[in-house]
Nanobody
Framework: QVQLVESGGGLVQAGASLRLSCAASGRTFSNLVMTWFRQAPGKERELVAR????????YYADSVKGRFTISTDNARNTVYLQMNSLKPEDTAVYYCAAGLTLATSRPAEFPYWGQGTQVTVST
């Protein structure tokens, strides 16, 4: 099993920044693909960013490209999502998930999830 614990959410004004953290523990997870999803009220869960532990492969949704940065700290077994220039439409619960391959993108394909952290961006 892999345990994922998110932190760093909060309430901020538009234009501000937040950094989300996802601490991983449990079985060997260095071969897993770490991914951030978000889900706004009444909407489907969407993939925001994805990274391999080596950092050699990264992906961003078009809606966050240029504003969000995903990174890993292997010494701390932690994945970060730096969110800059936040917009009200970024308001959602953000989830950290671990997938088995880079080909996985649908939430149902991810076996490991954190509990989520709320991000609220006000105007």
């Amino acid at each position: 099993q892999v345990q994922l614990v998110e932190s760093g959410g909060g309430l901020v004004q538009a234009g501000a920044s937040l950094r989300l953290s996802c601490a991983a523990s449990g079985r060997t997870f260095s071969n897993l693909v770490m991914t951030w999803f978000r889900q706004a009220p009444g909407k489907e869960r969407e993939l925001v960013a994805r990274i391999t532990w080596s950092g050699s492969s990264r992906y961003y949704a078009d809606s966050v490209k240029g504003r969000f940065t995903i990174s890993t700290d292997n010494a701390r077994n932690t994945v970060y999502l730096q969110m800059n220039s936040l917009k009200p439409e970024d308001t959602a619960v953000y989830y950290c998930a671990a997938g088995l391959t880079l080909a996985t993108s649908r939430p149902a394909e991810f076996p490991y999830w954190g509990q989520g952290t709320q991000v609220t961006v006000s105007t």
